[in-house]
């Protein structure tokens, strides 16, 4: 199948690959596999005292629209609110990066992704204040 333009300049200049450490407090991270063909995302944000994300970390073992999704989420993220992180849609990404429906779920993937990583980090900040330890 051919990819959009969009999608093979992030396949191959993928932003934000790697990873921050697990343990770090301000990170949060999402992992998600799609059901449909076996790929899986990793998606971290690093989160700052005024809850804004300030950056972000990608891996993906999947196809060129899984990585594009995930590239170009990692962009989006930053400078954001946790909330507004939130609501990044599957149908902007896919809108974005002119992805075929066949392809919808790679999107899908970097929502849900994006929503773990959220999940995660709030969970954490949750446990952290219960035996109450202080952010810094
Ligand atoms: Fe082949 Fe996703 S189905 S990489
Ligand atoms: Fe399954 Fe792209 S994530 S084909």
């Not at 199948?1 to 790697?18: F, L, Q, T, W």
């Not at 990585?67 to 990404?93: F, H, M, P, Y």
Request: proline share 4%; net charge negative.
């Amino acid at each position: 199948m051919a990819y959009s333009e969009k999608v093979i300049e992030h396949y191959e200049n993928p932003r934000n690959v790697g990873a921050f450490p697990k343990d770090d407090p301000t990170v949060g991270t999402g992992m998600v596999g799609a059901p449909a063909c076996g790929d899986v995302m990793k998606l971290q944000i690093k989160v700052n005292a005024q809850g804004i994300i300030e950056d972000a970390r990608f891996k993906t073992y999947g196809c060129g629209s899984a990585i594009a999704s995930s590239s170009l989420v990692t962009e989006w993220v930053k400078g954001k609110s946790l909330d507004d992180a939130l609501q990044i849609r599957n149908t902007q990404i896919a809108e974005e990066l002119a992805l075929p429906p066949v392809k919808i779920h790679c999107s899908i993937l970097a929502e849900d992704a994006i929503k773990a990583a959220v999940k995660d980090y709030q969970s954490r900040i949750a446990g952290a204040a219960e035996v109450g330890h202080e952010r810094v």
